[in-house]
């Protein structure tokens, strides 16, 4: 028998068998979705001008990933969560448009703190009610991202969350960062979330002794829609740098300033007492973190400087550095700091000078470090 095809509608064929195993007649496959990948052609692909994509622009794409990152105490998880009651109330950011959503916070780390966030931000601005939901349920995402999933649902119906937040990726992972294994899962349990629940998940993660990325593997980064880098400038302010987007602007600057707030007294009189995220000096914070290097921070960025013209090397393409960065071996760069006399090898201890004076560029972000390789930041 000669079976004759024919283009039908969104690439369905009549010649079409069995799907999962049951038989499927000509006239079935017409009428059912049987095409799981349906193609669209190049005239019918058109930009859509009115749709926003965006929870808060310029930072927040309104689906998939993001990470805010950061070392220690930079305050990454004050101004995370400052950020998500942004959007729950539909506020805008610093100057940047935000559309409200329902917003789910799952705060791993100083869970038993975050009450006091939640009452200084409600007696800063005077608010009184907010679609604003606290999880401290410990939580390890890749076993039970199906068991959140359905329990938020069930408890918010209709108005599901714009965003989930998940302070941190370390509490939330069971596993190692820096397993391909393990953040894969990690990563494919995130994205569930967020496509069941049709919203952003923001992941609140540290930097490692490599100050000039986030900690682990590196395809967090690669998996994300925006990367937005906390730092503290001297003075205090909390600078926010947009240091990865795949839709818009990359470096972004969001700066603010913490404010203390009296909450009360504990049952034994003490004050209660938290911090609120206010917006500060962009230009002053700039300059408090570039000036006051010391003479040995500055000689040593100049001897990596002729270090790096002499012995620098394209930066291998496993650490996703800017185009045109040219890396040095730690070791050449520590000879090239002897040479100069900018280190005494006959000091005490040399070596732990040396790590001095990295760390303390690194906690500059002026230079980032990994696989015994140092580069410009």
Not at 292 to 320: I, N, V
Not at 331 to 350: F, I, M, Q, T
Request: proline share 4%.
């Amino acid at each position: 028998m000669t079976h004759t095809h024919q283009r039908l509608p969104n690439c369905v064929f009549e010649h079409a068998e069995s799907v999962n195993g049951h038989a499927i007649t000509e006239s079935s496959a017409s009428k059912n979705t049987l095409v799981v990948f349906p193609l669209q052609s190049f005239e019918t692909v058109r930009l859509q001008t009115e749709r926003r994509n965006y929870l808060v622009k310029g930072l927040l794409a309104n689906t998939g990933l993001a990470v805010i990152w950061g070392p220690p105490k930079c305050g990454k998880s004050f101004w995370a969560a400052d950020l998500g009651m942004h959007i729950a109330l539909g506020w805008d950011y610093r100057g940047h448009r935000v559309q409200q959503a329902p917003v789910v916070y799952v705060a791993l780390e100083g869970r038993h703190g975050f009450p006091a966030r939640v009452e200084a931000f409600r007696r800063h601005h005077g608010v009184d009610s907010a679609p604003f939901y606290l999880l401290t349920t410990s939580l390890d995402l890749v076993a039970k991202s199906s068991e959140l999933i359905a329990a938020i649902k069930a408890q918010l119906g209709e108005n599901l969350p714009g965003a989930l937040f998940l302070d941190t990726l370390n509490r939330s992972l069971v596993g190692s960062e820096s397993k391909d294994e393990d953040i894969a899962r990690f990563l494919a349990a995130a994205e569930s979330v967020a496509q069941e629940l049709s919203c952003a998940v923001v992941i609140v993660h540290h930097c490692g002794i490599d100050a000039s990325r986030p900690r682990g593997h590196t395809s967090l980064s690669g998996a994300v829609e925006s990367q937005l880098a906390v730092k503290r400038a001297g003075t205090g302010e909390v600078i926010v740098t947009v240091d990865l987007a795949k839709d818009f602007a990359e470096g972004t600057e969001i700066v603010s300033r913490f404010e203390g707030i009296e909450l009360g007294t504990d049952a034994d009189g003490d004050p209660i007492t938290s911090l609120v995220v206010v917006a500060a000096d962009a230009s002053n914070a700039r300059q408090v973190t570039s000036r006051k290097l010391s003479d040995r921070q500055r000689l040593a960025l100049a001897a990596f400087d002729e270090c790096a013209a002499t012995a620098g090397k394209p930066a291998p393409t496993h650490l996703e550095l800017p185009a045109r960065t040219m890396v040095v071996q730690l070791n050449d760069w520590r000879e090239e700091l002897y040479r100069k006399g900018v280190l005494d090898r006959e000091a005490k201890s040399p070596r732990e000078e040396f790590k001095r004076v990295r760390q303390q560029l690194q906690a500059r972000s002026l230079i980032g470090i990994r696989d015994d390789l140092v580069w410009k930041a």
